[in-house]
């Protein structure tokens, strides 16, 4: 990464607050490390529990792509706009239930909120939002499935 122009944001952004991204059976999985510029995220790092970084990823279409970076609250809480069109669609939604997960791989990470009925799960991503059946059990075994 130190010289791909890719990374340029990166590079010039500031480490924020590391949080706690949990498995979908809700253990602790990794850490995502946000790099902001102005309030804005540029890119993350994932960094396992072992601390090793094992991935940074940056958003947008290149280093100068503010357009796509999200806020940087997005890691402290889900966005507002997209929790009241989750549960425009989904009125049982749980917001309480929030937590940062992934959806059967860790490169798909956002917030993860029950909606209560069905074991139907939403999550909000940097991009928007979504919902699924939740993973059974056996889809709990591994990553990546």
Same mark, same amino acid.
């Given at each position: ?8 944001? *990166?590079? +010039?952004? %500031?480490?924020?607050?590391? *949080?706690?991204?949990? #498995?979908? =059976?809700?253990?602790?999985?990794? &850490? $995502? ?10 890119? *993350? ?19 100068? =792509?503010? /357009?796509? &970076?999200?806020? #940087? ?10 929790? #009241? %069109?989750?549960?425009? +669609? ?9 937590? $940062?997960?992934? =959806?059967?791989?860790?490169?798909? &990470?956002?917030?993860?909120? =029950?909606? /209560?009925? /069905?074991? *139907? ?7 928007? &939002? ?9 889809? $709990? ?5």
């Amino acid at each position: 990464m130190s010289d791909d122009p890719r990374f340029d944001a *990166v590079r +010039r952004g %500031q480490p924020g607050n590391a *949080v706690v991204v949990s #498995a979908p =059976d809700g253990a602790p999985a990794f &850490w $995502l490390v946000p790099f902001e510029i102005d309030g804005r995220v540029c890119g *993350v790092a994932r960094v396992e529990l072992t601390s090793a970084v094992s991935r940074i990823a940056t958003f947008g279409s290149g280093p100068d =792509d503010r /357009g796509a &970076w999200p806020d #940087a609250s997005f890691f402290e809480r889900p966005p507002r706009t997209h929790v #009241a %069109q989750a549960a425009a +669609r989904h009125p049982t939604l749980r917001v309480d239930t929030a937590r $940062l997960s992934y =959806d059967r791989t860790p490169v798909k &990470w956002g917030w993860r909120i =029950d909606t /209560g009925t /069905g074991g *139907v799960v939403v999550f909000i991503t940097p991009g928007g &939002w979504y919902a699924r059946e939740s993973a059974r059990p056996a889809d $709990l075994d591994r990553e990546g499935r």
